[in-house]
């Protein structure tokens, strides 16, 4: 943010290298994506179709043997089914109730309700498995890729990240309404005076010092400046208005 404090002229060249903060979220951007997708690999290689063998477990219990118990007692032969049931390892139940599914899948450690998932719930697991840790791979090489990023100020101008040198002189509007809450001036330019116009962004969020970049090109600005209007200052039909030097 704008210091007050920064009346000195800076030394030269102003070095701005990105900020410890932009490597730390964007790391945890890294570990956050790579945990959904290894989660979402999870769920559809070992957790749905475990889910779906619980549901067939429900099916089998039902229809084998809840209807062979009843079966068995229509036809006075609970005694031999009980015998047979637990031969095979079947709930049983107890004093001639039959077996719940409820008291089975508790002692399974099983949900009460299994949820049966399609093949195509299934298979969108994979996909968006593999989409989130494709995510984690690009924020992973955008990392690499600003590692070594700087912007660089000096008592002309400044060169931007990408390259780009931007003269004081060919500065025509900056603004910094976002720079209080984002960190950020937008600054439009016209190469050498003349042309298309271009726009910059200086980033004190990104690059730590950034603002002494945007403080060194104010103090000979004299384009349009549109800044932030304090709270007691704003109107209600216009909450941000800006402030214009006349062009030199």
């Not at 031969?87 to 409820?102: A, H, K, L, S």
Request: glycine fraction near 10%; include cysteine; aromatic fraction near 12%.
């Amino acid at each position: 943010m704008l210091d007050a404090n920064l009346t000195q002229k800076p030394a030269y060249p102003i070095l701005c290298y990105v900020t410890p903060w932009y490597f730390r979220r964007m790391g945890m951007m890294v570990a956050m994506l790579a945990g959904f997708g290894l989660y979402f690999l999870y769920d559809g290689q070992v957790g749905y179709p475990k889910a779906n063998r619980i549901a067939d477990k429900q099916v089998w219990f039902e229809e084998e043997v809840l209807k062979s118990f009843d079966e068995a007692r229509v036809a006075g032969k609970l005694d031999i089914w009980v015998e047979n049931a637990r031969r095979q390892g079947w709930p049983t139940g107890r004093d001639g109730e039959p077996p719940r599914w409820v008291s089975y899948a508790a002692q399974q450690g099983w949900p009460e309700k299994p949820h049966r998932y399609t093949d195509k719930e299934i298979d969108e697991q994979f996909w968006w498995g593999g989409g989130s840790l494709l995510g984690a791979l690009v924020v992973g090489v955008m990392i690499l890729m600003n590692r070594n990023k700087v912007l660089r100020g000096d008592a002309h101008g400044f060169l931007s990240p990408e390259g780009v040198f931007v003269k004081h002189e060919d500065v025509f509007r900056v603004d910094k309404r976002p720079w209080e809450t984002k960190g950020l001036a937008y600054v439009w330019y016209r190469a050498g005076g003349e042309g298309a116009e271009r726009r910059a962004v200086i980033d004190d969020l990104k690059y730590e010092g950034a603002v002494r970049v945007l403080h060194d090109l104010l103090g000979s600005f004299r384009g349009e400046l549109l800044e932030k209007v304090p709270l007691a200052a704003e109107s209600p039909a216009n909450p941000e208005s800006s402030s214009t030097q006349p062009e030199a």
